[in-house]
T-cell receptor, first 113, second 114 residues
Framework: NAGVTQTPKFQVLKTGQSMTLQCAQDMNHEYMSWYRQDPGMGLRLIHYSVGAGITDQGEVPNGYNVSRSTTEDFPLRLLSAAPSQTSVYFC????????????FGPGTRLTVL | QKEVEQDPGPLSVPEGAIVSLNCTYS??????FMWYRQYSRKGPELLMY????GNKEDGRFTAQVDKSSKYISLFIRDSQPSDSATYLCAMSGEGSGNTGKLIFGQGTTLQVKP
């Protein structure tokens, strides 16, 4: 099993550009989520999904969209990138709800100029 | 006030020391308490979890939960240089709508010196 994979590993955007961060898991997990990690702020939940076709907002959803058309994939879209979205983004998945053991991907380092 | 507070450190100890990492929280509805370990430039990985109050031991690691004080701890015995990482506490429970949403602390950076 590859676990949770994320692409790209690194990305530099200009203000106003849009992009999609990809996340996929091959563990047949129902629960998937996106976090951002900033210095001194820990991990903050952006959006999460409890199954295909079901998504909901987390703590910091503004400026991000998600969709969940399959169990395996959970892409995160930045609609119009802003410097405040410079961060490290982690995707995670888990089998059970509540997701006690969440498996994290390796992260995407995003810089918005 | 953040729901979960954690001293970011850094914490530097000599090899073999006992390490104590702590978090406080404000939401009394939290029922699940977790510790994640994150090595530099890697994703977090689950180290231990406990449900409600009490202690849990796994090798050199012991997790404690004191719900009356809203305080959780992770103890590392005989610390090793390989324990050098950032340790994040995380919590979940009925207060989060039982959806599995985790609330994380800021993380404490630990360095164990040989």
């Amino acid at each position: 099993n590859a676990g949770v994979t994320q692409t790209p590993k690194f990305q530099v955007l200009k203000t106003g550009q849009s992009m999609t961060l990809q996340c996929a898991q091959d563990m047949n997990h129902e629960y998937m989520s996106w976090y951002r990690q900033d210095p001194g702020m820990g991990l903050r939940l952006i959006h999460y999904s409890v199954g295909a076709g079901i998504t909901d907002q987390g703590e910091v959803p503004n400026g991000y969209n998600v969709s969940r058309s399959t169990t395996e994939d959970f892409p995160l879209r930045l609609l119009s990138a802003a410097p405040s979205q410079t961060s490290v983004y982690f995707c995670a998945s888990s089998y059970a709800i509540p997701g006690l053991e969440q498996f994290f991907g390796p992260g995407t380092r995003l810089t918005v100029l | 006030q953040k729901e979960v507070e954690q001293d970011p450190g850094p914490l530097s100890v000599p090899e073999g020391a006992i390490v104590s990492l702590n978090c406080t929280y404000s939401n009394s509805a939290f029922q699940y308490f977790m510790w994640y370990r994150q090595y530099s430039r890697k994703g977090p990985e689950l180290l231990m979890y406990t449900y409600s109050s009490g202690n849990k031991e796994d090798g050199r690691f012991t997790a404690q939960v004191d719900k009356s004080s809203k305080y959780i701890s992770l103890f590392i015995r005989d610390s090793q240089p390989s324990d050098s990482a950032t340790y994040l506490c995380a919590m979940s429970g009925e207060g989060s709508g039982n959806t599995g949403k985790l609330i994380f602390g800021q993380g404490t950076t630990l360095q164990v010196k040989p």
